[in-house]
């Protein structure tokens, strides 16, 4: 059950925080870089621990990815942490050869990822970055769903022998995993499954993907959910059990349609199973400025419409 | 260490220098001119001042070595060979299918410590490796060579500031000053006026050098070694094509390989 009172909600880059902190802890060659957003990507929690193992790069990304690479050619484990969009958008060039070409352990706290970023507009609000990551070689790419998640996520990562991107929002969530101990990178998270069709949903949009299915049950309508905290390596045994049980698939992501989490979905069920999709996410377009739900709503990112996009799938469904 | 005897240093920066035409050559495409201009520099690097083991090439005590300019490592590939961190019949299979010696260093071949060749990189990965040295207590130091076209890249500066802002003596940058880049005289492409008092400003230490001159680039070397509380960059003047005066100054053969029939006049000039 998920717990709607909105006071116990927490915010997946405290999750991350608090992973940086159990990380230096128990690894001295934990090192944390940071271009000017030190608390706001909660790297100040590993800062003030470890203030010899905190470096501050200011407003230079750049730089710091390349570093980082420095960091880890020499044996060490570098958490670099800005926003989304100058994280995976602005160093892109530097994340392709520091961190993905030469293949380490790079790992990329991209912070205040999607729309919920709200007031700040669309200049802050990242919708690429699945895209921008999964595209490169040997990256790995980590949405968490909730605070639990993303503290798993961030200490699984420094232990991956390649470059890890980790998305992580500001707005605060329900924790969604609380009691589940599965966690794995590349191992996707069942919810629950159903026989008629079958949500994948990733980050923020796993709450609303639960609640969808809760609405399409009353309806008599069985929706499976699955949490696809990792984008990749993608889950292809989970997504593909999913499809041949319920034969339709709606994916979920605060994250623009195109080359996103439900790409990389198709690009699986197309060339194995190829299953009715529909895509719920940003439309080609920049966000804007707004309170975070109310944005959801703008953009038509609420469970009402992951059952709008239930019922199409259905219908595609029935007809093939 | 003792200097190595200069004589002997120009015989074989020769005999590198038909190394680095005669691999070109064959690849049938490369860099000519910007390797022909970093000779001396990596040369002295490896014959004088860093710390290595090419028989155990991660050794832990090394000192580290960027080419930034990856497009550069002809050079860096024979100096490699040479002193034995492969074998030197493995030049020949300059950027062939399925070659360790690819058209920009990358990681995985014995001596290459960053995959480079996108410009503007290699100095904050250089560093990412003075800072770690420091957080270890070790005494590793660490060289980045940069090409002055390079250095339009406004990464450079980013890194440049970083290396001031945390004081890395333990780094010594060097910039191949040959005053060309692809599309020509750095003056007329983006001129960057004074070096010099860009570097120092910048909070660095600043030597100016012949770039071509083994005694000036071992005693910058040694001089470098000594600031303390600052990174040291040592602008070398050099000349594009350094050695082979059909090649020298023209920044058309910034990224050509010779012909075969140059590659016979080339090599008669180094005889």
């Keep these: 059950?998920?717990?709607?009172?909105?006071?116990?909600?927490?915010?997946?880059?405290?999750?991350?925080?608090?992973?940086?902190v159990s990380l230096g802890r128990e690894n001295e060659r934990i090192v944390v870089l940071s271009a000017d957003l030190t608390e706001s990507t909660r790297a100040s929690w590993f800062r003030d621990e470890f203030p010899e193992r905190f470096f501050s790069f200011g407003v230079a990304e750049q730089d710091m990815m390349s570093t980082a690479a420095g960091f880890a050619l020499s044996g060490k484990i570098p958490f670099c942490c800005s926003f989304g969009v100058f994280a995976?958008?602005?160093?892109?060039?530097?994340?392709?050869?520091?961190?993905?070409?030469?293949?380490?352990?790079?790992?990329?706290?991209?912070?205040?990822g999607g729309i919920t970023v709200g007031p700040d507009g669309a200049t802050h609000q990242a919708l690429e970055e699945i895209a921008l990551m999964r595209l490169l070689p040997h990256m790995s790419v980590v949405v968490p769903c909730d605070l639990i998640e993303a503290e798993r996520a961030t200490i699984a990562s420094a232990g991956i022998k390649g470059p890890v991107y980790l998305r992580l929002g500001r707005e605060k969530l329900p924790l969604i995993t609380d009691g589940y101990e599965g966690f794995e990178i590349g191992k996707a998270h069942i919810?629950?499954?159903?026989?008629?069709?079958?949500?994948?949903?990733?980050?923020?949009?796993?709450?609303?993907?639960?609640?969808a299915s809760d609405s399409l049950k009353a309806e008599g309508i069985g929706a499976g959910v699955i949490n696809l905290h990792t984008v990749k390596p993608i889950d292809k045994a989970a997504i593909l059990k999913a499809a041949i049980k319920s034969g339709a698939i709606v994916t979920a992501e605060e994250h623009l349609i195109a080359c996103g989490m439900g790409s990389a979905v198709s690009e699986v069920l197309i060339q194995e199973v190829p299953v009715p999709v529909e895509m719920v996410g940003v439309k080609d377009r920049f966000g804007e400025s707004g309170s975070p739900w109310d944005l959801i709503e703008k953009l038509?990112?609420?469970?009402?419409?992951?059952?709008?996009?239930?019922?199409?799938?259905?219908?595609?469904?029935?007809?093939? | 260490?003792?200097?190595?005897?200069?004589?002997?240093?120009?015989?074989?920066?020769?005999?590198?220098?038909?190394?680095?035409?005669?691999?070109?050559?064959?690849?049938?495409?490369?860099?000519?001119?910007?390797?022909l201009s970093c000779v001396e520099l990596i040369f002295s690097l490896?014959?004088?001042?860093?710390?290595?083991?090419?028989?155990?090439?991660?050794?832990?005590?090394?000192?580290?070595?960027?080419?930034?300019?990856?497009?550069?490592?002809?050079?860096?590939?024979?100096?490699?060979?040479?002193?034995?961190?492969?074998?030197?019949?493995?030049?020949?299979?300059?950027?062939?299918?399925?070659?360790?010696?690819?058209?920009?260093?990358?990681?995985?071949?014995?001596?290459?410590?960053?995959?480079?060749?996108?410009?503007?990189?290699?100095?904050?990965?250089?560093?990412?490796?003075?800072?770690?040295?420091?957080?270890?207590?070790?005494?590793?130091?660490?060289?980045?060579?940069?090409?002055?076209?390079?250095?339009?890249?406004?990464?450079v500066w980013e890194a440049a500031m970083t290396a001031a802002h945390y004081s890395l003596d333990n780094l010594c940058a060097i910039i191949d000053y040959n005053k060309l880049q692809i599309d020509g005289f750095l003056c007329d492409v983006k001129d960057m006026f004074e070096l010099t008092k860009k570097w120092e400003a910048f909070g660095w230490n600043?030597?100016?050098?012949?770039?071509?001159?083994?005694?000036?680039?071992?005693?910058?070397?040694?001089?470098?070694?000594?600031?303390?509380?600052?990174?040291?960059?040592?602008?070398?003047?050099?000349?594009?094509?350094?050695?082979?005066?059909?090649?020298?100054?023209?920044?058309?053969?910034?990224?050509?390989?010779?012909?075969?029939?140059?590659?016979?006049?080339?090599?008669?000039?180094?005889?």
């Excluded at chain 1, 998920?2 to 940086?20: F, P, Q, V």
């Excluded at chain 1, 050869?97 to 912070?111: D, R, T, V």
């Excluded at chain 2, 260490?1 to 495409?29: F, H, N, V, W, Y």
């Excluded at chain 2, 290699?122 to 940069?146: E, I």
């Design chain 1, 1 to 20: 059950m998920i717990n709607e009172d909105r006071s116990t909600w927490k915010a997946t880059r405290d999750g991350y925080g608090k992973g940086l």
């Design chain 1, 300 to 320: 038509n990112l609420m469970p009402e419409d992951i059952v709008i996009a239930a019922k199409r799938v259905l219908k595609r469904k029935r007809t093939t």
């Design chain 1, 191 to 211: 919810i629950r499954e159903g026989n008629d069709l079958t949500i994948i949903a990733c980050g923020i949009m796993v709450y609303h993907a639960i609640k």
């Design chain 2, 206 to 271: 600043v030597i100016e050098i012949d770039g071509h001159d083994f005694t000036q680039i071992m005693d910058s070397l040694d001089r470098a070694e000594k600031v303390k509380d600052k990174p040291t960059i040592i602008i070398a003047h050099t000349i594009k094509g350094k050695g082979v005066s059909f090649i020298e100054n023209k920044a058309e053969w910034h990224g050509i390989a010779p012909k075969p029939d140059e590659l016979k006049c080339a090599l008669r000039e180094l005889d």
């Design chain 2, 1 to 35: 260490m003792k200097k190595p005897d200069i004589g002997k240093l120009k015989e074989q920066a020769k005999q590198l220098r038909r190394d680095i035409l005669t691999m070109l050559s064959e690849a049938g495409s490369g860099h000519t001119g910007s390797s």
């Design chain 2, 46 to 155: 490896y014959s004088y001042k860093l710390r290595y083991n090419a028989k155990d090439p991660y050794w832990e005590e090394r000192d580290r070595f960027i080419l930034s300019k990856g497009h550069g490592c002809p050079t860096l590939y024979a100096v490699l060979a040479h002193f034995g961190f492969f074998l030197k019949d493995k030049l020949k299979t300059l950027r062939q299918i399925g070659t360790l010696l690819q058209g920009h260093p990358q990681l995985g071949l014995p001596g290459i410590e960053a995959s480079t060749g996108s410009l503007g990189q290699g100095l904050s990965v250089a560093n990412g490796m003075a800072l770690s040295a420091r957080l270890d207590k070790k005494d590793t130091r660490v060289y980045c060579l940069l090409g002055d076209g390079e250095i339009n890249e406004g990464q």
């Design chain 1, 88 to 112: 995976s958008g602005r160093a892109w060039e530097q994340v392709r050869i520091s961190a993905a070409y030469m293949n380490i352990n790079i790992n990329i706290g991209g912070s205040h």
